[in-house]
């Protein structure tokens, strides 16, 4: 069925983009308000295989191609900028909303197209204005880290379009669908999407830029690039076995590495690459059920991660402070953030009721069905793990812990219509998780998994118990102290570092050795020019009349010889040599 692509749902984020350059701002919270969900709306009017496409060149590029993983995830993202906007409204600078409607209508258009060469424009779209949300902040640290992101994106970017080209120039198809024939231009175009995920080695970016943005314009940031990348993966690498390690790497990583992070902005980056490592190892699993638990829990966690990136976020903006050692003592300033991130919090968990308990399952039930013993126990650790930085510390850390600093003294609950998103994104927590038999009915494949049966619930409980039980004891051990935490990109940036600075000698050396050298030519072609023409130069000197005679007249006899020579062959020229 072909549509209007005008009318398409990323279309229709771009366009609204456009109307938040208006200069007032009523006007631009009602286009955050209504233009999100007028996409939505138009979004589930579209049947399951909608298209449109555009005729360039010789290719057909399908920038509307509806199949129901796609919607999901173009919901998830609607919904997160609906409510990310309105987050934003009464604190965001217009440029970052402008670029952040950008970025979202693109992340959205990856989800809802058809086709590699569309897929790669919009990828990169998303590359540039993420970038552009970073240096919203108008800081130094979020330049410098601004551009540290978009070489990382657009390296990645590079690598994909090398992957499609090879991959068309070898016969494969650019249309939507599981590439089938591993290849260079099969592993070119793995590579440039894993890089959005943060797999290794460049897992460090996310935790490196997103915390580097303003408190509002995180919200954003965590919303769309990793999850886009999720989404392709599933559309194209599903049943890929070599995911299943590196997602089983990134959920340990992003474990560890928010156990002794003091910046609570920086918890919840790595918290995001440790369950986006669950969602790359579920695609890596493959089948029904796994790629349905894929697609949840992406759901899930872009809601519950942005609920707690707004609680931290109006923490940052009431108290200029974001480092766990500084803060505390906020629960009672901050009644309904500190609501709205314990539902968040328990979310993050899994506990009973909540969004995750019903999506991170489907993963944990796939790898059981699939008899990947070591897979499912690594998974059930980082899941406790979860427990320890997302679900407990996070809190505690910004909200529960004893008053660390002065600064909290100002701390508030942020305007009625941020308080609004706030409690509209865990109000999607709470709903998910209570009602899964209509959630489950949205997924790409049909599922008859009863999360809420005696033995998943005790297994759960005895995950979530002991483990915020051990974080408690272990409270000493993990109280943050303010320390800079080396991270695997210490081993890309010191002989990056070394190699340009060795670069850069050698160029400084070789460019005053061609420099000594052009001197020395040119004083050796002076001095030359001096002997000859100078004002005592052989040239300049005052022949007599009868030198110049002699000299005429040798050359008149050279030319008769050379002439006569030329015009006789040169037997004739042997035989007057031997006879004279």
Known sequence: MSVDLLLSPGFIIIGAAVLLCLPTARWRKIVVG????????????LPTGSHGTVAVATFNLDLLHVTATGRLFASAFLLAVWLGGMFAAASASRRELISAYVYAGSAISVTLCGDLITLFLFWEAMAVTSAVVIWSARTRAAWSAGMRY??????????????????????????????????????LIMAGFLVNTGAPPLSFWIADAYPQASPTGMVFLAAFTTKTAVYVLISYFAGADILIPIGLYMAIYGALYALREDNVRRILAYSIVNQVGFMVAAVGIGGEMAINGATAHAFAHIMYKTVLLMGAGSVMLST?????????????????????????????????????????????????????????????????????????????????????????????????????AMMLTAAICLLVGLFPGYFYTLLPYPSNYHPYNVAHILEQLQLLLPAALLFFISLPLTTPVGQIQLDTDWLLRRPLLAMWHNGIMRLLALGLRSRDYAVASL?????????????????????????????????????VILFTLRSMDMATFIKLYLHG
């Open 150 to 187: 978009l070489l990382i994106h657009l390296f990645g970017g590079v690598i994909l379009l090398a992957g499609i080209a090879l991959w068309y120039s070898t016969g494969g198809s650019l249309q939507l669908g599981v590439l089938q024939r591993p290849s260079l231009g099969y592993w």
């Open 320 to 420: 200029g402070e974001q480092r766990g050692s500084a803060l505390g003592g906020l629960a009672r300033r901050m009644p309904w953030t500190s609501a709205c991130v314990l539902i968040g919090a328990a979310a993050s968990m899994g506990v009973p009721l909540t969004s995750s308990f019903v999506t991170k399952s489907l993963i944990l039930e796939a790898a059981a069905e699939h008899h990947l013993s070591m897979v499912w126990l690594t998974l059930i650790i980082c899941s406790a793990a979860v427990v320890f930085n997302a679900g407990v510390r996070f809190p505690y850390l910004t909200l529960f812990q004893p008053q660390q600093s002065e600064a909290v003294e100002h701390g508030h609950d942020p305007g009625t219509l941020s308080r609004v």
């Open 523 to 559: 004083v050796r072609g002076y001095t030359l020019l001096f002997h000859y023409h100078g004002p005592r130069g052989i040239l300049a000197r005052s022949w007599p009349t009868g030198s110049i005679a002699l000299w005429v007249a040798l050359m008149l006899v050279s030319y």
């Open 34 to 45: 209504v233009a999100p969900l007028l996409a939505l709306l138009r979004l589930w009017a």
